[in-house]
């Protein structure tokens, strides 16, 4: 089944999270050894340091946890961000669930059961196929949401917040020696995020307003290891994107 199969594909993200000191060693090659740096724009540092255009679109989500406030990026992944718009301002987020924390890491969001499933007959819609937009210019650093994918090479309503994982003096070493342009390895390193979903997922937004609950809802306890369902239940009460009719009526 279509919900299933996304589901799996991340707990076996989790293992290879947990596995990311092997990886990084050759984390940026491996995903995209065309890349080449000198061209890439890191445009979610400005996000991170609060430097926000007017006018620029943004996502609120409230959360029983607290809120987060992200800088939308259609012009990298517009299929994406289309999807979630649309998803936003028909009120579809509304009262859905936090269904798995990675602690530290991540949390994945946005479905309509506890355990993160969705139903067989949603996962026909086409906001369950939009294919994966990957671009330069996007990474995941703390604090980026991605779209989670409902079937391989495709996302779909639900969606994934990254933390970071922990840049200790190895892993600080490991990343350095990537490539001469290093500007890349030291976002990673003074922001934190988690490299090894580089190319990997489709990101498409950069909180830019509440870390602080991110930093709460990764740091619940969970049911067990295997599935990592919040123990208490924690709901996103609105979402929703600004300008919006919605954000007026707040």
């Given amino acids: 089944m279509e919900h299933l199969k996304g589901f799996l594909k991340y707990a076996i993200i989790a293992v290879i999270v947990a596995g990311c000191l092997i990886f990084l060693n050759n984390w940026y090659n491996d ?7 000198k061209n890439v724009e890191l445009v979610q540092l400005d996000a991170i340091n609060h430097k926000i ?39 579809y987020y509304d009262g859905t669930y ?4 990675e602690k530290g890491i991540y949390f994945a969001g946005g479905s309509p059961n506890e355990d993160g499933t969705i139903d067989s007959e949603a996962a026909k819609q086409d906001n369950e196929k939009i294919k994966n937009e990957y671009n330069d210019n996007l990474w995941p650093f703390r604090g980026a949401i991605f779209s989670m994918s409902a079937t391989d090479g495709y996302g779909g ?31 990673f390193i003074e922001y934190g995020g988690i490299p090894n979903f580089s190319h990997q997922l489709t990101v498409f937004a950069q909180i830019y307003d509440g870390l602080d609950t991110l930093d709460k809802i990764t740091a619940v306890e969970v049911s067990d290891d295997d599935n990592k369902y919040p123990k208490e239940d924690i709901i996103i009460c609105l979402l929703y994107t600004s300008p919006s009719p919605r954000d007026m009526r707040r």
Wanted: cysteine-free; glycine content about 4%; aromatic content about 8%.
């Fill in 98 to 101: 936090i269904f798995r924390v």
């Fill in 53 to 91: 255009d007017e006018g620029r679109q943004i996502a609120i989500i409230d959360t029983s946890l607290g809120e987060m406030r992200a800088v939308l990026y259609p012009e990298y992944a517009p299929n994406t961000v289309s999807n979630f718009v649309n998803l936003a301002e028909s009120g």
């Fill in 157 to 187: 309503s639900r969606f994934m917040v990254g933390n970071s994982i922990v840049f200790d003096d190895e892993t600080k070493e490991e990343i350095m020696k990537v490539d001469e342009d290093t500007r890349l390895a030291e976002a």
């Fill in 31 to 37: 995903v995209n050894p065309s890349v080449d740096m």
